[in-house]
């Protein structure tokens, strides 16, 4: 809920479940979502296109409520993954049929949420040819 959001509006809504058969039925839905069998919880994040007032953004907000929710998981000792949604319109409306969802509201993400069952070392990520200074040839 402490995300940015465009003109501070934060058009989220957070669907949580924990139903074996919704788990089931998203697994259905989404072509990567196995790991939902294993999550104590699932949070579907869904955007509000009727509190938009900077149309286009929702998905930025909800991007960033989605990290914040992976980084206060991680944070607690959780394992999560996100599972992309939007802008796949078959998962959309799979998922928007399976939680009868209204009209303004647009299913964003999954994410699965539960004990990690294995530690796995940090990849090295860090590009410095990605990183420019005070130009692109910088």
Same mark, same amino acid.
């Given at each position: 809920m402490y995300a940015p959001s465009a003109?501070?509006?934060q058009p989220w809504h957070f669907v949580l479940v +924990?139903?074996?058969e =919704?788990?089931?039925k998203l697994m259905r839905a989404h072509?990567?979502?196995?790991m939902l069998r294993e999550a104590r919880l699932v949070i579907l994040v869904c955007g509000d296109t009727d509190l938009e007032l900077s149309p286009g953004y929702w998905p930025i907000?909800?991007?960033?409520? +989605?990290?914040?929710? =992976?980084l206060a998981a991680h944070a607690g000792g959780l394992g999560a993954v996100w599972l992309g949604v939007h802008p796949r319109q078959?998962?959309?409306?799979?998922?928007?049929k399976i939680f009868d969802l209204p009209a303004n509201?647009?299913?964003?993400?999954?994410?699965?949420?539960?004990?990690?069952?294995?530690?796995?070392e940090t990849p090295e990520r860090y590009k410095t040819d990605r990183v420019h200074l005070n130009s692109w040839s910088g």
């Open positions: 003109r501070n509006q +924990t139903r074996e =919704l788990k089931e072509p990567y979502a196995s907000d909800c991007s960033a409520a +989605t990290q914040n929710i =992976l078959e998962r959309k409306d799979a998922i928007r509201i647009e299913p964003f993400a999954l994410i699965a949420l539960g004990y990690p069952g294995e530690n796995k």
